[in-house]
């Protein structure tokens, strides 16, 4: 978690849903909370790259690729 001088920085919701290739296909549905830029990176043109750099990090096993056909659905915490 970074350290923010702003104590009242807006939180997202980030959901991850989808299917990925592991051993087969295996259903994702997470929700995961982030900051502003980490919520950008999965609405941003650069959502692909971002949903594959999640998929390498979560799931060692499963092909990078497979974070296409994850989609993430970004919502602001209240």
Known sequence: ?????????????????????????KPINKTVIGDRLQAQMFTGSR?????????RANYPGAEPQSGRN?????????
Not at 47 to 55: F, H, P, Q, Y
Not at 70 to 78: D, H, M, R, S, Y
């Open 1 to 25: 978690q970074t350290h923010s001088s702003n104590a009242k920085e807006q939180l997202y919701e980030i959901r991850i849903k989808g299917t990925i290739q592991c051993n087969g296909p």
């Open 47 to 55: 959502r692909r790259e971002a949903l594959e750099d999640w998929v």
């Open 70 to 78: 994850l989609a993430a659905e970004v919502k602001p915490l209240k």
